[in-house]
């Protein structure tokens, strides 16, 4: 029994080979150029917004070299993991339409001590990745809940499967494999300085601006939990193991 769950597990993870890509909010120049997520206060919604400037690396004793390439995006892939490379770089957003950011909404907060959390009520986000070759990957997504813990806060921190319709014509490889093997899920995680719990978002007039990462992950997460679950039941087999000797 217990080699056939350990195969059930091998099995389970070299079927579910994962491909994350990890972005962050796009830099710009200073004061406020860069991306942010934005909470609206009493509004009871957030938002992103672009990079709205250059920004500069310093180039001593020359000159410092202006970077443009991130204005008028919302975030850029900067790691991955199961891929090929062919990802890192590239410009991502998530619209409420395409042609409009307005914010999406979210509901009564619930509160567990030092968690708060709301359900997201919607609109649904329109994913685009630019592929810098004309091509975009497009995709629909919910984004479930919006939460903080102490003054750290998330969204779908709980990786539920929250992107589909994920389709893309271009050629490359990561972006091919993300739209193959969709669904997948999406998450953000974001911090303010000095620390705003979901409660502070949610009052005043606002807006409330900081940057974030996050990561975008196919196929589901639900391969990590059926490892988890497989080395649980083996644990509990080993266990009864034990118990019948005595």
């Given at each position: 029994?217990?080699?056939?769950?350990?195969?059930?597990?091998?099995?389970?993870?070299?079927?579910?080979?994962?491909?994350?890509?990890?972005?962050?909010?796009?830099?710009?120049?200073?004061?406020?150029?860069?991306?942010?997520?934005?909470?609206?206060?009493t509004?009871?919604?957030?938002?992103?917004?672009?990079?709205?400037?250059?920004?500069?690396?310093?180039?001593?004793?020359?000159a410092p070299f202006v970077v443009n390439y991130y204005v008028g995006s919302q975030w850029s892939i900067t790691s991955e993991t199961g891929g090929t490379g062919s990802a890192l770089n590239l410009l991502g957003w998530v619209n409420s339409s395409p042609f409009t950011n307005s914010p999406f909404n979210y509901g009564p907060i619930v509160t567990n001590g030092?968690?708060?959390?709301?359900?997201?009520?919607?609109?649904?986000?329109?994913?685009?990745i630019y592929d810098n070759a004309g091509n975009l990957l497009t995709g629909t997504v919910d984004w479930?809940?919006?939460?903080?813990?102490?003054?750290?806060?998330?969204?779908?921190?709980?990786?539920?499967?929250?992107?589909?319709?994920?389709?893309?014509?271009?050629?490359?490889?990561?972006?091919q494999t993300l739209a193959a093997d969709s669904p997948g899920s999406m998450d953000l995680t974001f911090q303010f300085?000095?620390?705003?719990?979901?409660?502070?978002?949610?009052?005043?007039?606002?807006p409330?601006?900081?940057?974030?990462?996050?990561?975008?992950?196919v196929p589901e997460p639900t391969s990590l939990g059926l490892g988890v679950l497989g080395l649980a039941a083996l644990a509990g087999f080993k266990g009864l193991k034990r118990k019948k000797r005595f």
């Open positions: 029994m217990a080699m056939a769950v350990a195969s059930l597990i091998l099995s389970n993870v070299s079927s579910q080979a994962q491909l994350s890509l990890n972005f962050s909010s796009s830099p710009g120049g200073p004061p406020a150029g860069g991306s942010t997520i934005q909470f609206n206060g509004n009871s919604s957030f938002q992103f917004n672009i990079a709205s400037t250059p920004y500069s690396i310093p180039n001593p004793p020359f030092i968690d708060e959390t709301a359900n997201v009520l919607g609109p649904l986000g329109m994913l685009q479930e809940q919006v939460a903080t813990h102490g003054f750290g806060g998330a969204i779908n921190a709980s990786l539920t499967v929250n992107i589909t319709n994920l389709v893309y014509l271009g050629s490359n490889p990561d972006l300085s000095p620390g705003m719990t979901l409660g502070d978002l949610t009052s005043g007039p606002g409330y601006m900081t940057s974030y990462s996050g990561s975008l992950s």
